[in-house]
């Protein structure tokens, strides 16, 4: 399908199942305001190496093109999940307690058991060009995992070495408590024997990918002043949040798309 666009819708309550999925040969999609509440169980381990299996709250799978922005994930086992896809533009979200999940595989047309699936997207070594900015993930307290997650097998990890994104910078991280949590952030490819950082701390992942997340910030063990209220599900940042004005510009397209110049995650601060 061509341009679908999913916009204003609530979907919750889906825990053994996806919550909106464009699986397979998409074209330019559009998945803006929406609010994905309780998909899939965030309480089950997830492996070191892969995050299957898994539900999302929007699946885009072996696909061209797709605007993420403007969303609000709630308590999903993946918040967003882009699998060998290429040009996914994801701005603008508020992930809480939803890993963001970016993942690419060795699956081709040639010996798959549904080879015309992969022969719809992008091939092995073009699933790339996403854009991930001006995001909120936050997770609580009781959150163990990443936030964010990056992914591919460490078999892919000599034939694909160029990074799945070409944009990740102006997002803010923020977590209740860091003790026994998982790291913050999950990246692939990397020079190791699992093609994997695990990265505990932004300044780390600053650090051995400079190139990226350059004026993002990280809150570790927050209690501060954060939310209107969350309580009764009112995510809009409180202005004495201190990222709550770390929103880079967008671009025009995405400006028009939200009606928005430009704030970190779904909605611009509380007055």
């Excluded at 060009?129 to 995001?135: D, E, I, K, S, W």
Aim: with cysteine; charged share 15%; aromatic share 12%.
């Amino acid at each position: 399908c061509y341009r679908v666009t999913c916009r204003d819708n609530l979907v919750i309550d889906h825990p053994y199942s996806n919550g909106i999925w464009y699986d397979v040969g998409n074209v330019d999609g559009c998945f803006i305001n929406n609010w994905v509440e309780g998909v899939g169980t965030i309480d089950e381990a997830i492996s070191p190496t892969q995050p299957w299996p898994s539900s999302n709250g929007f699946f885009f799978e072996i696909s061209k093109g797709a605007v993420c922005a403007g969303n609000v994930f709630v308590n999903c086992d993946h918040g967003l999940w882009a699998l060998n896809s290429s040009d996914v533009l994801i701005y603008q979200n508020t992930f809480i307690n939803s890993m963001a999940c970016l993942g690419r595989t060795s699956r081709s047309a040639a010996g798959d058991h549904f080879g015309w699936h992969p022969s719809t997207g992008p091939d092995v070594d073009e699933r790339d060009g996403h854009a991930f900015v001006n995001n909120l993930l936050v997770g609580d307290e009781n959150f163990q995992r990443p936030l964010l997650f990056v992914w591919q097998p460490a078999s892919l990890c000599e034939r694909v070495t160029n990074s799945q994104l070409k944009e990740l910078d102006h997002n803010v991280y923020a977590r209740g408590s860091t003790k026994g949590s998982d790291p913050l952030i999950l990246w692939s490819p990397a020079t190791n024997e699992n093609c994997q950082l695990q990265c505990q701390s932004l300044e780390d992942f600053q650090h051995q990918q400079p190139e990226f997340e350059k004026q993002s910030l990280y809150f570790a063990d927050y209690a501060g002043p954060l939310f209107k209220c969350s309580e009764l599900g009112n995510y809009q940042l409180l202005q004495s949040f201190p990222g709550a004005k770390n929103a880079g510009p967008l671009p025009k397209e995405i400006g028009e798309l939200l009606r928005s110049k430009g704030c970190v995650g779904a909605f611009p601060p509380a007055q």
